[in-house]
């Protein structure tokens, strides 16, 4: 599924340049790709779209409070991810609108904990997702895997 999410981010600029679920899931089989990964992260982008549609009214809320992870969240999450999150959080790459987001799709996840690089995939699709403005040094941040190599 991550895989399918990097295809995404990489072949279009904007979700709007996405064509529909139909069309999408013959462009990534031709692709390559697995038909129960394409089922897999087609349903997690449309968890996605209805996690940011209920998180609009917490996107005009100010955030100068701390998050407190439920203990759920911390044994699926794990220390590695929430503190890249906190980390993405301090330097206003994301929001705290994002970060419920960002924490929600972990959570659709099936294996826990987190890794970093999962995490990062995350947090870049949901910025994505957003067409959010992303400073160039996080960029590279989300883009950069556990190796120090850059994502494909």
């Not at 999410?5 to 904007?14: K, S």
């Not at 996840?109 to 996080?138: N, R, Y």
Request: aromatic share 8%; hydrophobic share 45%; with cysteine.
């Amino acid at each position: 599924m991550f895989d399918i999410l990097v295809y995404l981010f990489e072949n279009y600029y904007t979700p709007e340049a996405c064509p529909s679920a139909e069309v999408l899931a013959k462009r990534l089989a031709a692709a390559g790709f697995e038909h129960n990964d394409i089922d897999d992260a087609l349903g997690w982008l449309v968890g996605l779209a209805e996690t940011t549609e209920q998180c609009v009214e917490l996107a005009h809320t100010p955030g100068n409070g701390s998050r407190v992870y439920a203990e759920s969240e911390q044994q699926h999450l794990g220390a590695t991810a929430i503190g890249f999150i906190t980390f993405l959080e301090a330097t206003e790459a994301l929001s705290p609108a994002l970060r419920e987001i960002v924490i929600d799709r972990a959570m659709a996840t099936t294996d826990g904990p987190v890794s970093l690089q999962k995490i990062k995939i995350i947090a870049l699709m949901v910025l994505w997702s957003q067409e959010a403005e992303v400073d160039h040094l996080i960029l590279e941040e989300l883009l950069r895997d556990d190796g120090d190599r850059l994502l494909h």
